[in-house]
């Protein structure tokens, strides 16, 4: 069971870290610098992520399946083809599938830790990295969601004598009590 879910797992994490690149290089929009640095940013983290996840499956493990190019790229293509490509798409739709892809992949990292929790395979080195690994996504989580968050158009402030925004309130309109 612990090297299915490292195979499953370091799947997600490569297929992620092709999708955030491409998320990278196809930002655009009014937001585009800072789109296309924060898609730099989580590419790198899934970078680092899935090397690490990779050395610590065939360290857990002693197999090597984790690191096989074939079952990588067939598992991560399986997972882009899940998301959509992000080529194409509009900056504000690039952001919304960014954050469906981070939030499952908080579920699937909780998940995972809660499977070989309960099966007693989880090391504590492991339970360390899942852990790290789900502080990070979550992060990812609350930026992904203040970019994608839309607000109604406010009306307009009142015009008034003094000027745009301003009410003019007579002392016992202050003042009233009760």
Request: hydrophobic letters at 40%; a negative charge.
């Given at each position: 069971?612990?090297?299915?879910?490292?195979?499953?797992?370091?799947?997600?994490?490569?297929?992620?870290?092709?999708w955030?690149?491409?998320?990278?290089?196809?930002?655009?929009g009014?937001?585009?610098?800072?789109?296309?640095?924060?898609?730099?940013?989580?590419?790198?983290?899934?970078?680092?992520?899935?090397?690490d996840?990779?050395?610590?499956?065939?360290?857990?493990?002693?197999?090597e399946t984790?690191?096989?190019p074939i079952?990588?790229?067939?598992?991560a293509?399986?997972?882009?083809?899940?998301?959509?490509?992000?080529?194409g798409k509009?900056?504000?739709d690039?952001?919304?599938?960014a954050?469906?892809?981070?939030?499952?992949?908080?579920s699937?990292?909780e998940?995972?830790?809660?499977?070989?929790?309960?099966s007693g395979?989880l090391?504590?080195?492991?339970n360390?990295?899942?852990a790290?690994?789900s502080?990070?996504?979550?992060?990812?989580?609350?930026?992904?969601?203040?970019?994608v968050?839309t607000?109604?158009?406010a009306?307009?402030?009142?015009?008034t004598?003094?000027?745009?925004g301003?009410t003019?309130m007579?002392?016992?309109q202050?003042?009233?009590?009760g």
């Amino acid at each position: 069971m612990l090297e299915e879910y490292l195979c499953a797992y370091t799947s997600f994490l490569r297929g992620a870290q092709l999708w955030f690149h491409s998320a990278h290089h196809v930002a655009k929009g009014t937001g585009f610098i800072q789109d296309h640095e924060f898609y730099s940013e989580v590419y790198d983290y899934f970078t680092t992520a899935f090397d690490d996840t990779v050395e610590k499956s065939i360290g857990i493990t002693n197999n090597e399946t984790p690191a096989d190019p074939i079952a990588l790229t067939d598992g991560a293509l399986m997972m882009i083809q899940s998301w959509g490509s992000p080529v194409g798409k509009a900056d504000v739709d690039i952001a919304a599938c960014a954050l469906k892809i981070m939030e499952n992949y908080v579920s699937l990292t909780e998940s995972i830790f809660e499977a070989l929790e309960e099966s007693g395979e989880l090391s504590l080195g492991l339970n360390d990295m899942l852990a790290a690994n789900s502080n990070a996504a979550e992060g990812f989580v609350y930026k992904l969601q203040q970019r994608v968050k839309t607000y109604p158009v406010a009306p307009p402030p009142p015009v008034t004598k003094r000027g745009i925004g301003m009410t003019v309130m007579s002392a016992p309109q202050v003042f009233k009590v009760g």
